[in-house]
């Protein structure tokens, strides 16, 4: 997306923010919010729910793939994703953000209403209470966001137990599909399947369900680097391991099978697979959830395989070990 | 400094933050540290105080002037500073941090380390919760820091009342000199100066009196971005003007006319002024405090003005306007 008028150094950074700020809208939790040294948040506990990630541009994001609208909706869902992955209810964001020299304010602008649209998707609204602007050579988004227990229990990595079924709310590997539609050389491709690339460009897991299933999870984590190397965190984590039934995730592969044979056929090779998307693919920030094998199963959440205890803590699709081949944000 | 041996990318994500995350202690309040999607801490109030700050390589410091400790401990205690300046204990940092393809393993660890030792300076100690790594084309370090109320009142910008005394906790211009003693050609000058160049490098605000001094203060900020320019948003956001007196500066200034005499008679020209120091250079992270005429004094604390009911919300130096020279961080 093409932004023009006048970059943020040349409008300068308390004037750009002062703008920007504009944009965002206040919540009921907000005691404090932007202007002083720091805010203040009322929580209905006294234990706040904490998490923190990085958006790089050219590494996690193209500028010419992503609007500043996509990014700042893309950084509120990530993070919020984490706290409900805890059983928190999210309450607020900070945001640091390095611009670069070429940035525009009309960028700045739409990034803010991406922030504050997704902040407005949850009730109570999230707000953005403080943030951070400096100038460096690429955009970083760095938000780290804040959630309130309300007097449950935090839900962890490491507490799944032998017997559990193995649940995901959400979908699994549209997002890597998005992704690989948009890598195609022919743009077209992407035209076709502008869900696909809509929830890599703006995820946007199920709050609502995430917070409901927490309740009864044994354990539960956020799929943000794919399936088979988050499902090998939480095995390893709990000392447990997993076993997936490949029948259980064929729903998932199949809603990508066009997508995957448009991608192929065009270019004329078996360049991708649906189920590489479905097992390895990052970034639908769904959520994986153990449950006790009697546990009622909301709506939107599907079983797909169950905990078993072993010694070796890896991740199994039907009786073959998984190999793990998700996504390290350093070696890329 | 210079770091050798393998780099973050070589080495990996996971191993490289395993390794560094080994440095961090725990601290009480914490209930969950990393390893999860969100770490846990705990207050003694259900209000949060939250604050974030950032660092861009190149743009805020320098990798030849500052090592990975400088870095990592300067991170933690100006982001500190900020929840000082609300009245609020420091309890729990995230630090988002992204890396180069250059950068060292060794000076991962030495940036943790020196996150760790500004940590550990804080009684109770404050702890590295959780974090981000990522890989773009320079260092950027963003920490957010958490801070309990512990049933006090956030102390904020805009309730300073006229006839309050205007008072200062902390150094002023030292961090400045030491920038401009880094900055000179000749090396020595800053050789000689080691004290002024560490305020520069480590700022390490008193937390201690700043705490003390909130109880009673009608109103605080930290001085980041300068005297001149901090104290006039001060007075904006409370609707009053600041009269500052030159002789209560005095003793700023004495201790730091050695420094620019040095380097003027090394330049052979009045390159630099030890008033513009004290009147504008930021990073002290010193507290600006207004506080009730009466109030006692705390031992390392200064008078160094009065706030007085004007209509224009200016500051002044003596009879004269005081002009803000402030840092601002996008136009550098």
Redesign the interface.
């Known amino acids: 997306m093409e932004y023009i008028g006048e970059t943020?150094?040349e409008i300068?950074?308390?004037e750009?923010l002062s703008r920007a700020l504009s944009v965002f809208k206040r919540a009921d939790s907000t005691?404090?919010g932007s202007?002083?040294?720091?805010?203040?948040?009322?929580?209905?506990?006294?234990?706040?729910?904490?998490?923190?990630?990085?958006?790089?541009?050219?590494?996690?994001f193209r500028t010419d793939w992503s609007s500043g609208f996509d990014l700042g909706f893309k950084a509120v869902t990530t993070n919020v994703?984490?706290?409900v992955?805890?059983g928190?209810t999210p309450r607020?964001l900070?945001?640091?953000?390095?611009?670069s020299k070429q940035t525009k304010q009309a960028w700045l602008e739409d990034f803010a209403r991406g922030l504050q649209a997704a902040c407005d998707q949850y009730t109570p609204r999230v707000e953005v209470?403080?943030?951070?602007?400096?100038?460096?050579?690429?955009i970083?988004i760095?938000v780290?966001?804040?959630?309130d227990?309300a007097e449950a229990s935090?839900v962890?990595?490491?507490t799944a137990k032998p017997g559990d079924l193995v649940v995901v709310a959400g979908t699994l590997g549209k997002a890597a599909a998005g992704l690989a539609l948009l890598n195609f050389d022919d743009p077209t491709a992407a035209a076709s399947y502008e869900e696909l690339v809509a929830i890599q460009l703006r995820p946007s897991p199920d709050v609502v369900l995430g917070l409901e299933i927490s309740k009864t999870a044994t354990a539960?984590?956020?799929i943000s680097d794919g399936l088979s190397l988050d499902a090998r965190r939480l095995a390893k984590?709990s000392g447990v391991s997993i076993e997936l039934e490949k029948r259980l995730l064929e729903g998932y592969a199949a809603v990508l099978e066009q997508a995957s044979q448009s991608i192929n056929s065009r270019a004329g090779s078996q360049l991708v697979n649906e189920w590489d998307w479905v097992l390895h693919g990052g970034e639908d920030h769904s959520f994986l959830v153990t449950l006790p094998s009697g546990a009622p199963l909301p709506r939107g959440a599907k079983v797909i395989g169950t905990v078993v205890l072993q010694r070796d803590h890896a991740v199994y699709l039907d009786a073959d070990p998984l190999q793990a081949k998700g996504w390290?944000?350093?070696?890329?």
């Open positions: 943020i150094i300068g950074e308390s750009a005691l404090l202007g002083d040294d720091a805010a203040v948040v009322s929580l209905s506990d006294p234990r706040v729910v904490i998490t923190t990630d990085t958006m790089v541009e050219n590494h996690d994703a984490d706290l992955a805890m928190a607020a900070t945001v640091a953000l390095v611009v209470v403080g943030g951070d602007l400096a100038s460096g050579s690429e970083v760095a780290t966001a804040h959630g227990l935090p962890l990595r490491s539960m984590m956020d984590q390290d944000s350093v070696t890329g």
